[in-house]
């Protein structure tokens, strides 16, 4: 059974930084694209940042290009958002998802972790 | 930048009834979407790809169609657990993108 489980999140002041981590289970992890998405509380749902399977290709949305840096960790299953200069409007449930193949299309998550809560507040 | 307009935003319906939510996107994308399913304080769950393409383990009652600009999730037969926020995405362009969704609830 695949699993995705996230932690990491907290409450941080603006301008702070976090690191979120995401331990794969289930699947041959170095097999598959890995993305970050977001969501703010009531709202919908945006893309983050993707992966590849073997790390060398690697996307951005651009409201976080430059704050943000994606990585993994084959060996140890697992996926990481390091996040910096954190802002009100990044404040959302961040999802680790798993993309269905090892490219980075088709981008379609066809797994999700059940997300770890980032509140950036002063 | 690609645009996705789902509507209904809200959806009003019965256990046992058939419904349809609409995505509309604002350029061409094929059948290059996919259908998601959220429940409050869930994680979305991947229900159909490839616009018509039942992810393993979605129950037959969801179905997908479409094609360009012009898609369609229906389900046949309302089920207590349907009553959700249904989200479509693109993946024909970087990046991929979301529609604002469409909540299923209980009339």
């Known amino acids: 059974e695949v699993q995705l489980v996230e932690s990491g999140g907290v409450v941080v002041q603006p301008g702070g930084s976090l690191r979120l981590s995401c331990a794969a289970s289930?699947?041959?992890?170095?097999?598959?694209?890995m993305h970050w998405v977001r969501q703010a509380p009531g709202k919908g749902l945006e893309w983050v940042s993707l992966i590849s399977r073997d790390g060398y290709s690697i996307y951005y949305t651009d409201s976080v290009k430059g704050r943000f840096t994606i990585s993994r960790d084959n060996s140890e299953d697992s996926l990481y958002l390091q996040m910096n200069s954190l802002r009100t409007d990044d404040t959302a449930f961040y999802y680790c998802?798993?993309?269905?193949?090892?490219?980075?299309?088709?981008?379609?998550?066809?797994?999700w972790g059940p997300g770890t809560l980032v509140t950036v507040s002063s | 930048a690609i645009w996705m307009t789902q509507s209904p935003t809200l959806l009003s319906a019965s256990t046992g009834d058939r419904v349809s939510i609409s995505c509309r996107v604002s350029q061409g994308i094929s059948t290059y979407l996919a259908w998601y399913q959220q429940k409050p304080g869930k994680a979305p769950e991947l229900l159909i790809y490839g616009a018509s393409t039942l992810q393993s383990g979605v129950p037959s009652r969801f179905s997908g169609s479409g094609s360009v600009k012009d898609f369609t999730l229906t389900i046949s037969r309302l089920q207590s657990e349907d009553f959700a926020t249904y989200y479509c995405?693109?993946?024909?362009?970087?990046?991929?993108?979301f529609g604002q969704g469409t909540k299923l609830q209980i009339k």
């Open positions: 289930g699947f041959t992890f170095d097999d598959y694209a």
């Open positions: 995405q693109q993946y024909y362009t970087f990046p991929p993108v």
């Open positions: 998802a798993k993309g269905p193949t090892g490219n980075y299309f088709p981008y379609y998550f066809d797994y």
